[in-house]
């Protein structure tokens, strides 16, 4: 049987700030899993609920892309991923990312 999406404005609902890039995949991840078990396959409906849970910008922005009109899900999933290429170089790890997470557990020197 399948399981209901949670309401988009539920604490544990899955959301997206286009501000933060680095959750896209996370994100994205957990939207296709909650739609598999909810038994939405068709590719309009999947991008409607996509977008419900995104903040108000992303929502306008991933709207107008021509993919989202043509109700094609696999072109709109690629045109968003484009769109962030932040969120590509964090899954897949820069010298920058790699310089940060150094830096950020660097023990404190005693002074």
Known sequence: MPKDM???LD???PSFDGRQ???LLRFW???VKLMADAGI???DLQM???VEYVDDQTNREWMSFE???GGDFDKFKDEIFKSYPEARDYNRGTLSRLEKICFDHMPLKAS
Do not use: G, V
């Open 41 to 43: 396959t068709d590719a």
């Open 48 to 50: 409607e609920k996509i």
């Open 6 to 8: 949670p309401n988009p």
């Open 29 to 31: 991840n957990r939207m």
């Open 21 to 23: 890039p680095e959750k």
């Open 67 to 69: 993919s989202y009109l």
């Open 11 to 13: 604490k544990h609902a």
